[in-house]
C-alpha cells in the first residue's frame, strides 16, 4: 500500500488557491476540474512518493 503526505486542493476563487499553498497543498486544480489535469496530478504525486 502506498503512503505518503501529499495532497490535492481543489478550489474556485484564486483566494483559495493561496490558502491551499500556505497550508501544503500541491498542486492546486481550480474548478471545475478536467479530468485529465486531475489524473495527470496524482500521477506526478504518486511518481514523486517513489522516487
Do not use: C, W, Y
Not at 16 to 37: C, M, R, S, T, W
Not at 44 to 51: D, G, I
Amino acid at each position: 500500500m502506498l503512503k505518503f503526505n501529499s495532497k490535492i486542493f481543489l478550489t474556485r476563487t484564486e483566494v483559495n488557491q493561496q490558502k491551499a499553498l500556505k497550508f501544503g497543498f500541491q498542486p492546486h486544480i481550480p474548478k471545475p476540474v478536467e479530468p485529465d489535469a486531475l489524473v495527470n496530478a496524482i500521477a506526478t504525486l504518486v511518481t514523486m512518493s517513489n522516487a
